[in-house]
């Protein structure tokens, strides 16, 4: 049972450049959240998609927009990237029909984004 | 909205002996759920433990216990028989649930270092 995949692994970009970060579900999974990790802090809720639409979002600029497609796999992009954006970027993916006895996501290995 | 404190920024412990990870928490809400993510050097957040606020009794997982005052409002983490392995960040979490979804919010995270 594959978990949340996400791509790449590693990214370096420049400043004010465009980035596009990808995740894949784990199998049952139809809600996807990403996560910005800042080095030595705890992950910022960014924004969550569910039936391919953004149904929360975090306290990130419109310079973070993402998608969602049919198969739940979904894309963070980020324009004009500034040093500050220099992160982990983790996706994690749940099932909204579990109630009371949800667990919470499944977290994928990340996306570190270096800006320089 | 949902507040977590971690106040140990590292903690150090020696192989086999337990070791307690502290975690604080503040909500208005009556039903919530706490969790605890582990996190090693790949980067991926990896589960461990889950509590919910209606839980009568502290929650186990192997060598993870959850010590739940509720009254207090802690949630520490304890983990037994220590092992090399353990070495990692730690994370306490809460599910804040929102208009058209949720969302974790995490605490600044423990590190923690097994000895030999």
């Known amino acids: 049972d594959a978990g949340v995949t996400q791509s790449p692994t590693h990214l370096i970009k420049t400043r004010g450049q465009q980035v596009t970060l990808r995740c894949s579900p784990k199998?049952?999974?139809?809600?996807v959240s990403w996560y910005q990790q800042a080095l030595g802090q705890g992950p910022q809720f960014i924004f969550q998609?569910?039936?391919?639409?953004?149904?929360q979002r975090g306290n990130f600029p419109d310079r973070f927009s993402g998608h969602q497609f049919p198969n739940y796999s979904s894309e963070l992009n980020v324009n004009a990237l500034l040093l500050g954006d220099s992160a982990l970027y983790l996706c994690?993916?749940?099932?909204?029909?579990?109630?009371?006895?949800?667990?919470?996501?499944?977290f994928g290995s990340g996306t570190r984004l270096t800006v320089v | 909205a949902q507040k977590i404190t971690q106040t140990q920024p590292g903690m150090f412990v020696q192989e086999k002996e337990a070791v307690t990870l502290d975690c604080t928490y503040d909500?208005?809400?009556?039903?919530?759920?706490l969790f605890w993510y582990k996190q090693p050097s790949s980067g991926e957040m990896i589960f461990l433990i889950y509590?919910?606020?209606?839980?009568?009794q502290n929650a186990t997982e192997g060598r993870y216990s959850l010590n739940f005052q509720k009254a207090r409002k802690s949630a520490n983490l304890v983990i037994s028989a220590s092992q090399l392995g353990d070495s990692a960040m730690y994370f306490c979490?809460?599910?804040?649930?929102?208009?058209?979804?949720?969302?974790?919010?995490f605490g600044a995270g423990t590190i923690l270092r097994v000895k030999s």
């Open positions: 909500t208005s809400d009556q039903s919530y759920g």
């Open positions: 994690a993916s749940s099932s909204p029909g579990q109630g009371a006895a949800w667990y919470g996501y499944t």
């Open positions: 998609y569910y039936e391919e639409e953004e149904r």
């Open positions: 199998s049952g999974h139809d809600t």
């Open positions: 979490a809460m599910r804040e649930v929102m208009e058209y979804g949720n969302k974790l919010v």
């Open positions: 509590q919910g606020s209606y839980d009568e």
